[in-house]
């Protein structure tokens, strides 16, 4: 059982994670321009495996954002109404982008589309959202297991779970929990996994999760150049994620009498999640200046704004799908600029989005009041 002395700084903003909910969000915007604008459609494009690349580096978003919510959520205070605000934001996103749409006349809508818009919770407009909907109702319960399990106890159950769970997706041949329980890292379930490890981070650390003594030497030696070595294990994971089908193919030429397919890129791939967590402690600790703390603190309460932005359906089919397939084509010397110019564009656009709702929500309140 954890000690009243563990329950820390629960209101001190960390800063750090501040701006690795903007990093990770901005990796979600470029992961999602590679893939739905079509890059990798053309394999023998001249920048194909530079943006194959720059598309493995970003695969660890999701679950460095998730790991957020765990880190943040154990000593945050639990409100019923943030699910309520929540689930407006994300229908004046869905339904309001559509009506402007719709009056413009530059879409025509199916009924089934409508739907969706008017329920994006329970159509899963955005999966993001609906998976964290289950993880919010879950959040009481996880932390009161958190703080009462004794520490044993929960270490053994959470090596487990992770062996269990996550190591076992490596293999195709493995895929029961990964694609039926975890839907490859796209569900609730998966969200609920990632938020009891950054909530396990926030209260013990990830030292004593380890199956082994490590030695105070090596402890110290981390501890003074642990950015230096998070930035190592993500290069490491990066590199992991992008050679895999070569590897893949070796071991299918090595073990004729079986097929080995890697599930590498998958979030629920244990390479993934421990790129996810080596960005939590690369950011978790960082000193940011007094005159840029402010910045993040404001623009990092916008950053869900950018998703349901830009995942919603209506720009995600005019302005995303298919549109940057010429991306693949070019040089990379001009294909990396531009991708990173897009990116930004879309990134700096939701913000602003979000900035207006969040003025428009405070006048309804205002004139309900």
């Known amino acids: 059982m954890i000690k009243s002395s563990y329950i820390f700084n629960s209101t001190e903003r960390n800063y750090g994670i501040d701006l690795l909910r903007l990093v990770a969000m901005f990796m979600v915007v470029e992961l999602h321009i590679i893939l739905r604008g079509g890059m990798l459609l053309n394999k023998s494009g001249v920048s194909y495996?530079?943006?194959?690349?720059?598309?493995?580096?970003?695969?660890?978003?999701?679950?460095?954002?998730?790991?957020?919510s765990g880190y943040v959520g154990i000593t945050a205070s639990y409100k019923y109404i943030r699910m309520v605000r929540l689930w407006i934001q994300t229908f004046f996103y869905s339904f309001g982008i559509m009506l402007v749409v719709a009056i413009l006349g530059k879409y025509n809508f199916s009924y089934s589309q409508w739907a969706s818009a008017i329920c994006p919770i329970f159509r899963e407009q955005y999966w993001y959202i609906s998976g964290y909907m289950l993880l919010f109702l879950f959040i009481p319960f996880i932390n009161h297991c958190i703080y009462t399990i004794p520490f044993e106890t929960l270490k053994r159950n959470l090596c487990g779970i992770f062996v269990l769970l996550c190591c076992t997706t490596m293999i195709s041949g493995v895929i029961v929990f990964s694609g039926k329980v975890f839907s490859y890292g796209y569900n609730g379930s998966w969200l609920i996994f990632c938020y009891i490890f950054g909530a396990f981070f926030r209260i013990y650390g990830i030292r004593k999760l380890m199956p082994f003594q490590i030695?105070?030497?090596?402890?110290?030696?981390?501890?003074?150049?642990?950015?230096?070595?998070?930035?190592?294990?993500?290069?490491?994971?990066?590199?992991?994620?992008?050679?895999?089908?070569?590897?893949?193919?070796?071991l299918s030429n090595i073990f004729l009498h079986r097929k080995f397919e890697f599930v590498i890129t998958n979030y629920t791939n244990p390479i993934c999640f421990l790129?996810?967590?080596?960005?939590?402690?690369?950011?978790?600790?960082?000193?940011i200046k007094d005159k840029c703390q402010n910045i993040i603190k404001m623009l990092s309460k916008y950053a869900l704004g950018i998703y349901l932005f830009h995942e919603s359906m209506p720009v995600r089919e005019l302005c995303i799908k298919n549109k940057f397939t010429k991306f693949g084509t070019m040089p990379i010397w001009e294909a990396l600029p531009l991708i990173f110019c897009v990116s930004i564009m879309i990134f700096m656009v939701g913000i602003l989005c979000d900035y207006f709702r969040s003025r428009i929500f405070n006048v309804i309140v205002k004139l309900c009041s």
């Open 49 to 68: 495996h530079s943006i194959l690349f720059l598309r493995d580096s970003c695969s660890m978003c999701v679950n460095a954002f998730a790991l957020i």
């Open 215 to 250: 030695k105070e030497e090596l402890i110290l030696c981390f501890q003074k150049h642990h950015s230096l070595y998070c930035l190592i294990i993500y290069g490491i994971s990066v590199l992991i994620i992008h050679y895999c089908p070569a590897i893949t193919n070796m």
């Open 275 to 287: 790129s996810g967590v080596s960005l939590l402690y690369l950011f978790k600790d960082l000193q």
